[in-house]
């Protein structure tokens, strides 16, 4: 038996691959926190990154939204080279890093930041990149309007697991319905579409958390998550609807449902201010599902253990 997350320094994170954080995170028994960011926008605090931010408040992993692998903008880094900034975010955290990537098409030139540049579509190429500079885990989702389907989703597992399966972590599945209104509500992601995922190599599989889209309950998802585990998968509940910069009660609220589910990852997104979370809500959602203990020893262990 290895360390579970929630025991994990900086330094065991340092040593732990692909399996080793499977076994961490499914050994931790639902007490593990994704908190989502995007380094583009200006950091809340300013000099210091988004990502090292929701560090500080009790993430155990970071994961990169809008994050072009052959062009990463992460504001508030010390200077660096670009092919270093993974390594650099991982190294001032202390954490275990992700990025989303999407199937679907590059628009260049919009000034629209959900559009697609070529580093952030879901391909061989793109996963073989974040592989070497660092990445831990590969989300393949789409962001709001972007159009991505889940038989893009299926394709792009196929094509991920293939390139970099062995060495990336691989999660699919959706937080919304990303611009598809045939793909919303219940439809977001069915029996048939967990089957799919597991057979073609995701490793996670990510449904909305109970309570942030339009007809997910806690029974609707906790169908889905007691289907996952008899696939032999981890499931991940996301908060990926702006609730992330809701009142602290309502994050209580939504934490306990995902609890019930038997997610294995709670997910919270980037939108309750532009890039991050509400940072006290990142802290509210941990202490609601493994307590002051477990949250406290996250945000004070330092990245020099």
Known sequence: MGKRVLNSFASDFEKMGKQELLSAIAESEGRTIMTECIGMFTPQCEDVSNAELCAAFGSDFILCNIFDVWNPDINGLPDHKPEDTVRLMKKLTGLPLGINLEPGKIVEGSDNPWALTKGRVANAENAIRAR??????????????????????????????????????????????????????????????????????????????????????????????????????????????????????????????????????????????????????????????????????????????
Request: overall charge negative; aromatic content about 2%.
């Open 132 to 305: 070497d500079m660092g990445v831990n885990l590969i989300l393949i989702t789409g962001n709001p309007g972007i159009g991505v389907t889940n038989e893009g989703i299926l394709n792009a597992i196929r094509e991920i697991k293939e390139a970099v399966g062995e060495d990336v972590i691989i999660a699919s599945g959706k937080m919304h319905a990303a611009g598809v209104v045939s793909e919303g509500a219940d439809a977001i992601l069915t029996m048939e579409d967990i089957d799919a995922f597991s057979e073609a190599g995701a490793d996670i599989i990510l449904l909305p958390a109970p309570g942030t889209v339009p007809g997910i309950t806690l029974e609707w998802a906790r169908e889905r998550v007691t289907h996952i585990h008899k696939l032999g998968k981890l499931s991940m509940t996301a908060i990926g609807t702006s609730q992330e910069g809701t009142d602290e009660e309502t994050i209580r609220q939504i934490a306990l449902l995902c609890k019930q589910t038997g997610t294995d990852l709670h997910h919270i997104g980037d939108s309750g201010h532009p890039g991050i979370a509400a940072p006290k809500n990142i802290m509210a959602y941990s202490i609601s599902i493994r307590g002051i203990r477990h949250t406290y020893h996250r945000m004070a262990a330092s990245v020099r253990r």
